[in-house]
């Protein structure tokens, strides 16, 4: 899921002293009852607000009883605000089609219209232009006034670092993020967002710290095993220990993303293909997550190679490329889909296709040290090492030296003298 961890509107401890008991009946025989539509947001609410920690079943529950909600009272603002919210979340962690995208920018719009003073119907609209490169400065200046509106809703304020994250803002993220720390009540998934700014920023050690906190409070936190676990096998090259910590994750694991990836990845780099084919089986066909973002056929296919099984290979690469394409015939401008038929194409040796596809991410990765990585990727599948080479040299920083020496992408490198010498230079620099 897209991070979280408290209830969405926070409470505050009231500063005023307890009415004398005749007022407080006054009180409660003049408050509304909830109407059933508005039951149903509550029961909504407390299935998806807890995020990462929901399970992808609290996730759907939450879109049905949405759906009812308002079905039954068409006019309750904040009835559409929780369901634009719910829409953005199955966008940025489930789901990536412009279906939910759609719909969080529709439902935001209904929800602030009918209910323009409302903090929730306030914030789903802010929050529903993240996801138009249009309209992120505008995202960013009024989720900057909502944090400024509610400073204790630690959801607002963490997903405003969630945001700035997303558009490469990773400093400034860092500031909310700590500020959504800051708020009484420790929270794993804060905590676990911090993580993932610290990782892209190269800072190792903090990231780790953020990650076994994050772990202290919620034991059974995927994808703070995930991250772990990649901090295990990407920053210190521990394979045992890695495969270890594999060994002591909660039983959900492998229905999210996150624990397939990480799971199948560590399974490659220890070269027990039949593991990482057994971690993929149950996977859905397009995994999300920050170390992989692709097709599962695509690494079930390093997995037959490691095997030396070059038609299964083949086979397991052709219906990847399928699930790519069908993919892009509704978002035909994700770089992200792009880049995975680059490498399916390089995979399966198609030249000709594949060698445009590269020149436009050679285009694209001018800044980027991640585009960059893909583009020396799909070099070294095409077998043009020493552009691979070239390419891999020009990425500033560090982090990827065990993915270079255990990842099966680049087994066709491994004899050649400028490839050694990149690796030994990046172990030095550890």
């Known amino acids: 899921m897209i991070g979280g961890g408290a209830t969405f509107i926070a409470t505050r401890p009231s500063t005023k002293q307890p009415a004398p008991p005749a007022a407080a009946a006054k009180l409660a025989a003049t408050a509304a009852p909830l109407s059933e539509a508005r039951q149903l947001v509550a029961k909504a609410r407390a299935l998806y607000e807890p995020w990462d920690l929901a399970s992808n079943e609290d996730f759907d529950?939450?879109?049905?009883?949405?759906?009812?909600?308002?079905?039954?009272?068409?006019?309750?603002?904040?009835?559409?605000?929780?369901?634009?919210?719910?829409?953005?979340?199955?966008?940025?962690?489930?789901?990536?089609?412009?279906?939910?995208?759609?719909?969080?920018?529709?439902?935001?719009?209904?929800?602030?219209?009918?209910?323009?003073?409302?903090?929730?119907?306030r914030f789903a609209y802010a929050f529903s232009l993240r996801f138009d490169p249009k309209t992120q400065d505008e995202c960013l200046r009024l989720m900057r006034e909502e944090v400024a509106r509610q400073?204790?809703?630690?959801?607002?304020?963490?997903?405003?670092?969630?945001?700035?994250?997303?558009?490469?803002?990773?400093?400034?993220?860092?500031?909310?993020?700590?500020?959504?720390?800051?708020?009484p009540g420790r929270d794993p998934v804060t905590l676990y967002n911090r993580a993932q700014a610290l990782s892209r920023l190269g800072r190792y050690p903090e990231t780790e710290a953020a990650v076994d906190e994050a772990l202290a409070l919620a034991p059974a936190y995927s994808n703070a095993h995930a991250m772990k676990i990649s901090l295990l096998m990407d920053y210190y090259g521990d394979m045992a220990k890695a495969r270890q910590h594999l060994e002591k994750v909660p039983p959900d694991f492998y229905s999210r993303d996150a624990g397939v990836v990480t799971a199948a990845i560590t399974w490659l780099y220890s070269r027990e293909p039949l593991k990482c084919l057994e971690a993929l089986r149950p996977a859905r066909d397009y995994l999300r997550f920050s170390s992989f973002i692709g097709p599962k056929a695509y690494l079930a296919g390093l997995a037959?190679?490691?095997?030396?099984?070059?038609?299964?290979?083949?086979?397991?690469?052709?219906?990847?490329?399928?699930?790519?394409?069908?993919?892009?015939?509704t978002q035909p401008n994700s770089v992200a889909l792009l880049e995975n038929r680059a490498l399916l194409l390089a995979a399966l040796g198609q030249k000709?296709?594949?060698?445009?596809?590269?020149?436009?991410?050679?285009?694209?990765?001018?800044?980027?040290?991640?585009?960059?990585?893909?583009?020396?990727?799909?070099q070294a599948l095409l077998g043009r090492a020493d552009e691979a080479i070239t390419t891999l040299e020009s990425i500033s920083g560090r982090g990827t030296q065990n993915h270079l020496r255990y990842h099966p992408e680049w087994d066709s490198l491994r004899d050649n003298p400028r490839f050694q010498a990149l690796l030994k230079a990046r172990e030095q620099k550890k």
């Open 304 to 329: 037959q190679t490691i095997l030396g099984n070059a038609d299964a290979a083949r086979t397991e690469w052709r219906t990847a490329l399928r699930v790519v394409d069908k993919l892009l015939e």
């Open 151 to 183: 400073p204790g809703n630690r959801m607002v304020v963490r997903l405003l670092g969630r945001a700035l994250a997303g558009f490469g803002q990773l400093e400034q993220a860092l500031v909310y993020f700590d500020k959504a720390a800051a708020i």
């Open 61 to 121: 529950l939450a879109e049905q009883l949405l759906k009812r909600a308002t079905e039954l009272d068409p006019a309750d603002g904040e009835a559409w605000a929780a369901s634009a919210i719910l829409s953005g979340a199955f966008f940025v962690a489930r789901n990536d089609t412009e279906q939910y995208a759609a719909a969080t920018r529709s439902q935001a719009a209904r929800a602030i219209k009918l209910a323009p003073n409302s903090d929730l119907a």
């Open 352 to 378: 000709d296709e594949a060698e445009p596809l590269l020149r436009e991410l050679i285009q694209r990765a001018t800044n980027s040290n991640n585009a960059k990585f893909t583009v020396a990727r799909v």
